[in-house]
C-alpha cells in the first residue's frame, strides 16, 4: 500500500510571506515590461523593426509577468488565507494590470509591426489565452474579469487571420461565446454589448441592435457614441454596402436619427418610406427568417424612442420622475420639457412601422416584433407622463385587433387574466429568443420573474432555437400584456365576458379592410433556427 505524501497545512504568516515576496518579484518585472513597451510605442516610427530573438526575448519577459500573476492570485486566493489577504488582488487592482501590462500593450506592440510579427503575435496570443483559460478555472474570484479578456483575446485572434476564413469564423465564435457569457452576468452593463456588436459584422440588423442596446441599459457604454459610426457613416456616406435595401434603409434612417446628419434635409424621410412601404412584402418573403428581424427591429425601434439613451430624452427624463402607482412626483420645468425633434421623428418612423407589422393578423412570424413592442409599452403605462407622449400616435385600435386574432387561438384565459407573469407548469423557465434580446434594457425593469434567466443555463446556439411549442408561449404573453395594458381602461380595453379587446372612444379608427395572413412559411418542420449572433447571412 502507497502512502500519500504528507502535507502540512500554511499557517497565516507563511501565506503573507509568500505573497509579499512574489508581490516583490511582480512589481520588477512588470516595471521592465512598462518600460520596455513604452519605449518601442513612443519612439515606434523611429526603432529599427525587432528581429526574431528580441520578439522572443520580450515574449519570455511578459510570459515571466503572467506566470508572476498567476502564482500571486494562487498565494493570495487561497482557501487558508485570511480575508485581508484575498482582498489584496482587488486593492492593488491586479487582474486589471494583469491584462493591462502583462497582455495588452505587448499586444498592441505586436500589432503595430504586423505582417512581420504576424509569427509572434499568433504565439503570444496563445500563451496569453491559455493562462486566462487557468485563472478562469482556478481564480473564480475574478470570473467576470478572465471571461472579458478570453473574449478580447479572442477578438485580437480574428482579427490577425486574413488566410483561412474558417480559423477567423472559429475565433469569432470563441470570442463571442465569451462576451455572451460577459453579457449573460452582467445584464445591465453595455460594454458586453459594444464587444458583441463589433463581432455581429456584417449583419447589419443586428450591428444596429447591440450598439443600441449597449446605451439603453442601466449601465451605457458611452464609448458607443463613436463606434456605432463605422456602421452608420457608409449609409450616410452614400458608400455601397452589401446590406438587402431594405435593411440598408433601416440603418440608414437610424444612423440620420442618431448623428443628426441629413445631407438634403429629407433623407429621412426617404429611407423610412423606403423601408415602410416595402416592409410587408419582405415579412411574406422571409417568414420565419423574419422572427429574428423582428426583435431586432422592435427593439431598435424602442431605442430610437429613447433617442438612444440620452440624459436629455423628454421620455427617459419622464420614467426617472416615479412609477405613477407611486406618490404624486413634482416635474420641474426640465422634466417637464418638450419632446425633440429627433424623438418626434422616431415616434413617426416606428409606429410607422408598427402600422404595418400590426395589421398581419395571423401571422406567427412578427409575433417577436409585437411582443417586444407591448412590453415597451407596458413599462412605459407605468410612467403617465412617459405614456402621454407617444400614446396619441400608438395604433391602438390595430393592437387590440391583433390580440384579437390571438385570442381566437388562445385555449384558456387563466394566466392571461392573472397578474403573475405566465410560466409553463412545473417546467424550468426557457425564456423565448427574444427574452435573451432584451434582457437588461431599461423597459424590461421588473417584468420578468427574478429567476427567468437563472435556473437553467442556455449556450449561444440554444437561445436561438426556436420550436413549434413556442409560438402558442409567445402569443400567450402578448395578451398577458395586452391584459396588462387593458387595465386601467386608458388604452385598451379588454371585457373578461366575451374575451374581445378594444379601445376607448378617443382611439377609435377606420383601419381598413385586412386579410388574415397565413405566412407559416419554411420548410423547417418543427424546428426553427433564426440567425443567431454567429449568423452572417446578411452582409453590409
Not at 415 to 424: C, D, G, H, T, W
Not at 508 to 523: A, F, K, N, R, V
Request: net charge negative; hydrophobic share 40%.
Amino acid at each position: 500500500m502507497i502512502k500519500e505524501p504528507e502535507t502540512r497545512p500554511i499557517s497565516q504568516e507563511q501565506l503573507v510571506a509568500e505573497v509579499k515576496g512574489i508581490y516583490a518579484g511582480l512589481v520588477m518585472v512588470e516595471s521592465k515590461c512598462i518600460e520596455v513597451d513604452n519605449s518601442q510605442i513612443s519612439n515606434i516610427d523611429t526603432n529599427p523593426k525587432l528581429n526574431n530573438e528580441q520578439w522572443q526575448a520580450l515574449i519570455a519577459l511578459h510570459r515571466t509577468l503572467l506566470h508572476e500573476h498567476h502564482d500571486f492570485f494562487l498565494a493570495s486566493q487561497h482557501p487558508s488565507a485570511s480575508p485581508a489577504l484575498r482582498q489584496l488582488a482587488s486593492k492593488y487592482a491586479m487582474p486589471a494590470r494583469m491584462w493591462r501590462h502583462g497582455i495588452h500593450s505587448f499586444l498592441e506592440l505586436l500589432r503595430h509591426w504586423l505582417p512581420a510579427s504576424l509569427e509572434h503575435m499568433l504565439a503570444f496570443i496563445y500563451l496569453a489565452y491559455s493562462m486566462m483559460a487557468l485563472l478562469y478555472e482556478t481564480v473564480p474570484t475574478f470570473k467576470d474579469t478572465w471571461i472579458e479578456c478570453l473574449g478580447d483575446l479572442g477578438r485580437y485572434r480574428m482579427a490577425i487571420e486574413d488566410d483561412d476564413l474558417m480559423d477567423r469564423e472559429v475565433w469569432t465564435s470563441v470570442s463571442r461565446h465569451w462576451y455572451s457569457e460577459a453579457s449573460d452576468n452582467a445584464p445591465t452593463t453595455g460594454r458586453r454589448y459594444h464587444n458583441l456588436a463589433i463581432l455581429a459584422r456584417p449583419n447589419g440588423l443586428q450591428q444596429l441592435f447591440y450598439y443600441s442596446k449597449s446605451l439603453c441599459v442601466p449601465v451605457p457604454f458611452l464609448s458607443a457614441h463613436e463606434s456605432i459610426m463605422t456602421l452608420f457613416d457608409p449609409h450616410l456616406n452614400g458608400s455601397p454596402t452589401r446590406l438587402q435595401e431594405i435593411d440598408a434603409a433601416f440603418v440608414r434612417a437610424h444612423g440620420i436619427l442618431f448623428s443628426g446628419k441629413d445631407k438634403d434635409k429629407n433623407q429621412l424621410t426617404k429611407s423610412v418610406n423606403e423601408f415602410v412601404s416595402n416592409l410587408d412584402n419582405h415579412i411574406t418573403r422571409n417568414t420565419k427568417r423574419w422572427l429574428d428581424s423582428g426583435y431586432y427591429i422592435g427593439i431598435a425601434l424602442g431605442c430610437a424612442i429613447l433617442e438612444y439613451g440620452s440624459e436629455s430624452s423628454s421620455i427617459t427624463k419622464a420614467m426617472k420622475t416615479g412609477r405613477v402607482d407611486e406618490a404624486d412626483v413634482q416635474m420641474d420645468d426640465n422634466e417637464t420639457c418638450a419632446a425633440s425633434q429627433r424623438q418626434l421623428d422616431a415616434l413617426e418612423f416606428a409606429f410607422r412601422t408598427h402600422d404595418v407589422v400590426f395589421r398581419r393578423f395571423g401571422d406567427p412570424n412578427v409575433s417577436p416584433y409585437v411582443h417586444v413592442t407591448l412590453s415597451f409599452l407596458r413599462h412605459l403605462s407605468h410612467f403617465s407622463t412617459a405614456m402621454g407622449r407617444i400614446e396619441e400616435k400608438v395604433p391602438w385600435k390595430l393592437i387590440s385587433r391583433m390580440l384579437n386574432s390571438l385570442m381566437a387561438k388562445c385555449p384558456s384565459v387563466d394566466k392571461i387574466e392573472s397578474e403573475e407573469f405566465p410560466r409553463q407548469d412545473k417546467e424550468i423557465p426557457r425564456p423565448l429568443s427574444e427574452d435573451f434580446a432584451q434582457r437588461g434594457l431599461l423597459w424590461v425593469d421588473k417584468y420578468y420573474p427574478d429567476d427567468w434567466f437563472t435556473t437553467a443555463e442556455f449556450d449561444d446556439d440554444e437561445k436561438y432555437f426556436e420550436v413549434a411549442s413556442m409560438t402558442p408561449e409567445r402569443h400567450e404573453r402578448c395578451l398577458w400584456l395586452g391584459c396588462r395594458l387593458a387595465s386601467s381602461g386608458k388604452w385598451l380595453i379588454y371585457d373578461r365576458a366575451t374575451r374581445k379587446f378594444g379601445v376607448p372612444a378617443r382611439f377609435e379608427m377606420d383601419i381598413g379592410e385586412i386579410t388574415l395572413q397565413q405566412s407559416e412559411g419554411g420548410e423547417d418542420g418543427d424546428v426553427i433556427i433564426p440567425d443567431a449572433p454567429a449568423a452572417t447571412t446578411t452582409s453590409s
